[in-house]
């Protein structure tokens, strides 16, 4: 077994092409392939604004199959702690065994997140799209640009939070890293007006997006709305978009549909896409330029099977991480 820590991952992984299209294929083979991905367990610990969330999936053909726990504990920034951690434990997909402990306090969460927005935009977007707009302020809204422009031209950015220091240091420091302007707006309809891709990443539980914001053309990536509490999206939009999820059988239940649902502006008895379907030629994405098209990611096993294999294979060509032997893999040795 390899115990590879946050240090390792980050220097094994960095969001590149080759972690969209890891992702992108996990898309693929959930709409394909007879993929084994059990419903989210979550765990609530309201009092604290906080959850737990364990997702794992086995993804056939694939060596090994991931479990993560994710906790996300949302006031922990005015303690100046980080929202997110958590890790993930990889596992033989033939024996069982455990392969590799990663300890990467959520990096690997945030990298797979970021690569399903720019596998979104990668098919769902106009091609020429240059300007983004992002309506969060955290970690994942600058990985959220920084995997646009691996896929689209962007040229420029803007950037809204309701926290606006906030949102002013993290567009500051966005313009400096990624090299195109970046702007902090007052709003969040002044963020939108105008952008060829839209991002939410926040864990609003009230729309932060509203549906006359809206114009023909426009790509949104919805990304927050991971819970049954969460919603980020005027369920209004979904008179006007064409709409697809990541898993329709989450979404159904805590993604931006479910609300839609519940308001009466999406019916329960639809069926919608999948991004893997689309991927695949299986459903229609955007099908004209004017079409608004809207990402519903709730986030899925697959996507942690697939980085996880990923970060693996990535360590052990480097020769990183610690070995660890078990009494397992001591098995039939002399």
């Given at each position: ?14 969001l ?64 100046g ?14 024996t ?25 935009a ?8 240059r ?81 006359d ?5 426009q790509?949104?990536?919805?990304m927050?709305?991971d ?25 159904r ?29 299986k ?5 004209s ?46």
């Amino acid at each position: 077994m390899i115990i590879l820590t946050e240090a390792d991952l980050r220097a094994s992984v960095p969001l590149d092409l080759a972690a969209v299209d890891c992702v992108e294929d996990a898309f693929v083979a959930l709409a394909t392939k007879a993929v084994a991905m059990p419903p989210i367990l979550r765990l609530d610990i309201p009092e604290y604004r906080g959850e737990v969330d364990v997702k794992t999936a086995y993804i056939p053909g694939i060596d090994g199959f991931a479990i993560k726990v994710s906790p996300g504990f949302f006031d922990n920034p005015r303690l100046g702690l980080p929202s997110l951690n958590g890790l993930m434990v990889l596992f033989s997909s033939r024996t069982g065994l455990v392969e590799a402990l990663l300890l990467d306090n959520g990096y690997l969460t945030q990298v797979r997140t970021a690569a399903a927005g720019a596998v979104a935009a990668r098919h769902l977007s106009r091609p020429g799209s240059r300007v983004a707009a992002v309506l969060g302020a955290g970690e994942q809204a600058g990985m959220q640009m920084e995997a646009l422009k691996l896929v689209r031209p962007i040229e420029e950015a803007r950037l809204w939070a309701r926290d606006s220091g906030r949102a002013q240091a993290a567009a500051w420091e966005l313009a400096a890293r990624l090299g195109i302007p970046v702007r902090a707006v007052a709003s969040g309809q002044a963020a939108c007006e105008g952008a060829d891709i839209i991002v939410t990443a926040t864990p609003a539980e009230s729309p932060i997006l509203m549906a006359d914001w809206l114009k023909p053309g426009q790509h949104v990536t919805a990304m927050g709305s991971d819970a049954e509490h969460k919603n980020e999206i005027d369920p209004a939009a979904f008179t006007r978009i064409s709409y697809v999820a990541d898993s329709f059988a989450q979404t159904r239940h805590l993604g931006e549909l479910a609300h839609a649902v519940k308001a009466g502006t999406a019916s329960a008895e639809r069926w919608f896409p999948e991004l893997g379907q689309v991927i695949a030629g299986k459903a229609a994405g955007r099908t004209s330029d004017a079409d608004i098209t809207l990402c519903d990611l709730t986030g899925t096993g697959v996507q942690d099977t697939a980085i996880a294999t990923l970060a693996y294979k990535r360590a052990q060509a480097a020769g990183a991480g610690q070995v660890f032997e078990t009494t397992a893999s001591r098995k039939g040795r002399p």
